[in-house]
């Protein structure tokens, strides 16, 4: 069974950081784009960060200087960087990636971790 399991989460002040891993596993034959998504409450769920697997980035613009995004191939791991963290950034932050399994080529998601940034 395909997973993608999230952890780094939690409550920090304004100001702080923390970093987010997602590890992929089960049956994977090779994962192509890995992405982070946050959803606040009462929002739509929006692209955070991306990266392919040769490592080109994008980030949305609220977070640019901000958050990096990073992967280890052969850990088929994903990671986000939160710098500099705002009460705006409070969200649950979801895990994505694009990968060819056993099952083919699918979209994957993560369970999500709870992001809380207090002012």
């Known amino acids: 069974q395909v997973q993608l399991v999230e952890s780094g989460g939690g409550l920090v002040q304004a100001g702080g950081s923390l970093r987010l891993s997602c590890a992929a596993s089960?049956?994977?034959?090779?994962?192509?784009?890995m992405d982070w998504y946050r959803q606040a409450p009462a929002k739509e769920r929006e692209l955070v960060a991306g990266i392919t697997t040769g490592g080109s980035t994008k980030y949305a613009y609220s977070v640019k200087g901000r958050f990096t995004i990073s992967r280890d191939n052969a850990k088929n791991t994903v990671y986000l960087q939160m710098n500099s963290l705002k009460p705006e950034d409070t969200a649950v932050y979801y895990c994505h990636a694009n990968m060819l399994t056993y099952w083919g080529t699918r979209d994957y998601w993560g369970q999500g971790t709870q992001v809380t940034v207090s002012s």
């Open positions: 089960g049956g994977i034959y090779s994962v192509n784009a």
